[in-house]
């Protein structure tokens, strides 16, 4: 089972980054897969999802302003993220919907650290 996005870093509020995701096959056949993020003292978010269709759903904190694509010949799921504002601060996950498990328990994989400046 392999999930590791990458593409994090620093930037200024209203700035732009593009995050990528290397999901296994086993994974990403499944129907739908999406983002997720979590910031420190909160519960982990779904923000971004999308099927194997291209049919696309959106968190209302990041419609507008953040664009899941996946490559399915890649297994390689990404979210364009712009106008990031400080709020967006977090650490964010790929995985499929529902989530991977391993021995019955959800499997993350390594999120990717986003941090937002103001």
């Known amino acids: 089972v392999q999930l590791q996005a990458c593409g994090g870093g620093l930037v200024q509020a209203r700035e ?13 056949r499944a129907n739908t897969v999406g983002w997720w993020r979590q910031s420190p003292g909160n ?8 099927t194997n269709g291209g049919s696309t759903a959106y968190a209302d904190s990041v419609k507008g302003r953040f664009t899941i694509s996946r490559d399915n010949a890649k297994n390689m799921m990404y979210l364009e993220m712009n106008s990031l504002k400080t709020e967006d ?14 021995y019955g328990y959800v499997y993350w994989g390594r999120g990717t650290q986003v941090t937002v400046s103001s």
């Open 89 to 102: 601060t977090a650490v964010y996950y790929c995985n499929s919907l529902p989530p991977a498990s391993v």
């Open 43 to 50: 519960q982990r978010e779904r923000i971004a999802s999308i």
């Open 16 to 28: 732009s980054l593009r995050l990528s995701c290397a999901a296994s096959g086993s994974i990403f």
